[in-house]
C-alpha cells in the first residue's frame, strides 16, 4: 500500500516562501507522475502542478514563475517550492502519485498541508 506523507505547511505573509515535502513509502521510478494540488475552502481541489515521464514538469497558469516542484529519488520525496506567496494561495494542499506514467486519475494521496498566507 502506497502511503504519501506532506509537511511543510504553515502560516506566511503575503511575499514569502514556504517548501512543502512528500514522502512516497515506495521506490519512485522516473517515470511515475506525481502532482500537487490544492483545495481552498469552499472551491474545488485544483491542481498546482505536475512532474510525469521523464522529470517533465508542468504547472498551473496561477502559480507559474513563483511555484516550482522538485523530486529526489534517493529519498523517496517530492518538493513544491512556493516563492512570492499570496492571500489566494491558502489551501490544503495534497500531493499525489501514481505508479505508472499516467498523471490522471491519481489513485494515491496525502493527507494534506495547511497552507495560510495572510496579507
Known amino acids: 500500500q502506497v502511503q504519501l506523507v506532506e509537511s511543510g505547511g504553515g502560516s506566511v505573509q503575503s511575499g514569502g516562501s514556504l517548501r512543502l515535502s512528500c514522502v512516497h513509502s515506495?521506490?519512485?521510478?522516473?517515470?511515475?507522475?506525481m502532482g500537487w494540488f490544492r483545495q481552498a475552502p469552499g472551491k474545488e481541489r485544483e491542481r498546482v502542478g505536475i512532474i510525469g515521464y521523464g522529470g517533465s514538469i508542468s504547472y498551473e497558469e496561477p502559480v507559474k514563475g513563483r511555484f516550482h516542484i522538485s523530486r529526489d529519488y534517493a529519498a523517496n520525496t517530492l518538493y513544491l517550492q512556493m516563492n512570492s506567496l499570496k492571500p489566494e494561495d491558502t489551501a490544503m494542499y495534497y500531493c499525489?502519485?501514481?505508479?505508472?506514467?499516467?498523471?490522471?486519475?491519481?489513485?494515491?494521496w496525502g493527507q494534506g498541508t495547511q497552507v495560510t498566507v495572510t496579507s
Open positions: 515506495r521506490y519512485i521510478s522516473t517515470n511515475d507522475c
Open positions: 499525489a502519485a501514481n505508479s505508472d506514467s499516467r498523471c490522471s486519475p491519481f489513485p494515491f
